[in-house]
């Protein structure tokens, strides 16, 4: 066991571990603004659009990741003719795709709501609009909190397919470095401990969230 490389090493692989909280964090946070307006729409009352977003969470949900990726990065391209920067098109894969479980995720936040709280506000005067922005928003987002946070932490973990199109994050650091010395089991050990530091935390962040929202 080579101690010393992994200690060399950690610098760089560090730099891909930012690389991956940077896409986990711009994923997560454009994941659930367009998770929101699939949630809305599935929830609309009008058939053609709550089908039709269905449709897009089932296709999203019931395709590999990494063939999300390949189309985002290669299809795109040959589409328009220009070529999509590998950090942007792993961005714009996993946004897309988390989209898909954000927007079940809120949709369930939503209807946990009691009905009693939606009549209440229409009763005082609140257009249903206003209801939905200051009612049921809110409170549906406060419910939510540990289950995005556990997107978040799958998104994390997925970031390592990024390395199949170049992004040097956190796995893909860890290739290069055991290209280059031949010790393979030094660096992915190293990986999955950085991974696993990563994970625990975000864990633990969900498990407070959890106890200081919990809605008895």
């Known amino acids: 066991m080579d101690f010393g490389l992994i200690r060399d090493s ?6 891909g571990a930012w690389v991956t909280l940077r896409i986990t964090a711009l994923s997560l946070i454009f994941g659930v603004f367009l998770g929101t ?3 809305l729409a599935r929830m609309s009352p009008i058939r053609w659009l709550s089908g039709l977003t269905l449709g897009y969470i089932e296709l999203l949900r019931g395709t590999p990741l990494l063939v999300q990726i390949f189309l985002i990065f290669f299809g795109i391209p040959q589409l328009t003719q220009q070529q999509i920067n590998e950090f942007v098109a792993g961005v714009i ?6 989209s898909a479980y954000v927007a079940e995720i809120l949709r369930a936040g939503i209807q946990s709501i009691p009905k ?6 229409l009763s005082l005067g609140f257009s249903p609009t206003q209801t939905l922005r200051y009612i049921i928003l809110p409170q549906a987002f406060i419910r939510v909190i540990p289950p995005l946070v556990n997107e978040g932490i799958a998104l994390l973990k997925n970031s390592s397919l990024l390395s199949a199109i170049a992004v040097v994050e956190l796995t893909r650091a860890g290739q290069l ?11 992915y050990l190293a990986v999955s ?3 696993l530091v990563m994970t625990v935390i975000l864990s633990f962040v969900a498990r407070q969230l959890e106890a200081r929202w919990q809605v008895r």
Do not use: C, D, W
């Open 116 to 121: 009693g709280q939606r009549e209440a506000a």
């Open 37 to 39: 307006l699939v949630a």
């Open 177 to 187: 470095i055991s290209a280059r010395t031949f010790k393979p089991f030094e660096m």
């Open 193 to 195: 401990l950085i991974y």
């Open 93 to 98: 894969a996993f946004s897309i795709n988390s």
């Open 10 to 15: 950690l610098p760089f692989l560090l730099q």
